[in-house]
Every structure is written in structure tokens, then in C-alpha cells.
């Protein structure tokens, strides 16, 4: 009986090692896929104008938008194509640190503690936080909002500048829900990044943006990309570079802004 029983586990032992072989070989076999397909992944969130959202006709697939015009450039100088992961963004950085996606493009600001689990290219962009409120609003500067009803979006830059001021929000998963919710009188105030917020006072009629450049840092927007993959991040730096310095990425800048 007991050398049945050590059989059982034995067998069972067995099973589970040959599963989760298969399942890292499963990941390894599609590094090797996308490798032969020739592909580079790049992961982003696309809810988050002019850098990247949803359109009919997208520079790669359905996805338009600077960052999504940085990213197909950067894939036909490595002659690769680019293919686009869209998801929630707080999961990119962990999808980039699993090896789901390659690089992440989101208009995402290099800060100290993401640069403990990934690498940033040089930086393409230079943003802010600003308040964004109704046209008649009397919030004037950021100390303004402390007794006022606060959204940000859920794990961007806006959520810890907020939360470092000490004031109370509440956090939306999409820039457009928390518009939503400002243009209904649900809440006085969205922080959220400069070029985004003009999109959506463009796009909407009553509102306007409140800058308090004293209240909030200087951001940059890079590529992150896994800390192993030094060559790709060097490669990516090298097409980044060009692009700053050729005027590329200004005339993207400007084609996306209005
Ligand atoms: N710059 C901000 C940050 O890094 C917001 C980025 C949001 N990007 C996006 N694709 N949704 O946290």
C-alpha cells in the first residue's frame, strides 16, 4: 500500500513537472514565433489621446496616435512589424517584466520606482500635470482643490501627485469616464497630463484647464522595456534619438494635437 501511495505521488510529481514544462516552453516557444514572425510587441493602454487611442483607420491596426506612429517607425527600422497589446495600464509593466509584450509605449512617465523594474529609453516628451474643471470653476490653483471632489485615473502620474498633496480622490480606470463624471457634476476636478487634457477640452464643450506649473513636476514620457534586453533598449535609444533630432517626433506632436 505505502509503495502504491509513493508510486501515486510519484506519478503525479511526474505530471505536474512535464505541465510546467510545457507551459515555459509554451512562453519560449512563442518568444521563438514572434522572433521568426518577425514581430515586436509593444504593449500600451489605449485611453489616453493624442498618444494613443482607438480610431477606424490606426497607424498599426486600430491603434492611432504619436506613440502608435513612434511605434510602427521603430518597427520598420528593425525590420520587424510592429504589433500592438492593448490593456490596462496598470498591467504593462508587469506584461513587459513577463515577456507578453516587448517594449511599452503609453505616454508613460519615467519616475524612480518604475525605473526599480524596468528600463527607460531615452525620454521623447516632455509633459505636466494640470486640473482640469468646468468653464465657471473657481479652482485657480492646485491648493484650490482641497475641498473639492478629485478624480484621477488609476495609476498614473496625476493619482501620486495628488495623493503626495495629501487630498482625497477617487480613481477612474479611463481618462473618458473621468470626463464623464466632471462634464455630469459628479465631481470639480480631473488631474490628469497636459496634452490629454487639452484632447478633452477640445472635444467637450464647458470646459477648461487650470495649470499650477509651482504645484506640479516636470514629467517625461520614455519606452520601457524589460532589463534584460539592454540591446533592444540601445536599438530603441538609437531610432528615439533620430527621430527627436530629425523633427519627427515634433511633427507627430503636431499632427496628433489638434
Ligand atoms: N503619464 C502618466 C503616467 O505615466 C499617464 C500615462 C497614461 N498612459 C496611457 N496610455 N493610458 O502615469
Do not use: H, W
Amino acid at each position: 500500500m505505502k509503495k502504491m501511495m509513493k508510486k501515486l505521488a510519484l506519478a503525479v510529481a511526474c505530471v505536474t513537472t512535464v505541465a510546467m514544462l510545457a507551459a515555459c516552453g509554451g512562453k519560449e516557444d512563442e518568444a521563438k514565433n514572434n522572433e521568426q514572425a518577425n514581430v515586436i510587441k509593444f504593449g500600451t493602454n489605449a485611453e489616453f489621446p493624442p498618444f494613443e487611442f482607438v480610431a477606424a483607420n490606426g497607424v498599426i491596426d486600430q491603434y492611432d496616435g504619436i506613440d502608435m506612429a513612434i511605434a510602427k517607425q521603430i518597427g520598420d527600422e528593425l525590420g520587424k512589424t510592429a504589433q500592438i497589446e492593448n490593456m490596462e495600464f496598470d498591467s504593462l509593466l508587469l506584461a513587459l517584466q513577463n515577456g507578453q509584450v516587448d517594449a511599452v509605449i503609453a505616454g508613460m512617465t519615467v519616475d524612480p520606482e518604475r525605473a526599480e523594474e524596468v528600463n527607460f529609453s531615452v525620454s521623447y516628451y516632455n509633459a505636466k500635470q494640470v486640473m482640469i474643471v468646468k468653464e465657471d470653476s473657481d479652482i485657480a490653483q492646485a491648493s484650490d482643490m482641497a475641498d473639492k471632489k478629485i478624480v484621477v485615473i488609476q495609476g498614473y502620474t496625476g493619482e501620486s501627485c495628488v495623493k503626495k498633496m495629501g487630498y482625497a480622490y477617487e480613481a477612474f480606470k479611463k481618462g473618458s469616464e473621468a470626463i464623464m463624471e466632471l462634464i455630469n457634476g459628479k465631481c470639480d476636478v480631473v488631474v490628469i497630463d497636459s496634452a490629454t487634457a487639452k484632447k478633452y477640452v477640445g472635444d467637450n464643450e464647458g470646459l477648461k484647464i487650470v495649470a499650477d506649473d509651482a504645484a506640479f513636476g516636470d514629467e517625461e514620457y520614455a519606452i520601457a522595456v524589460n532589463k534584460k534586453d539592454t540591446e533592444l533598449l540601445e536599438q530603441i535609444n538609437e531610432i528615439l534619438t533620430k527621430m527627436i533630432d530629425d523633427g519627427t517626433i515634433q511633427a507627430l506632436s503636431e499632427k496628433y494635437a489638434d
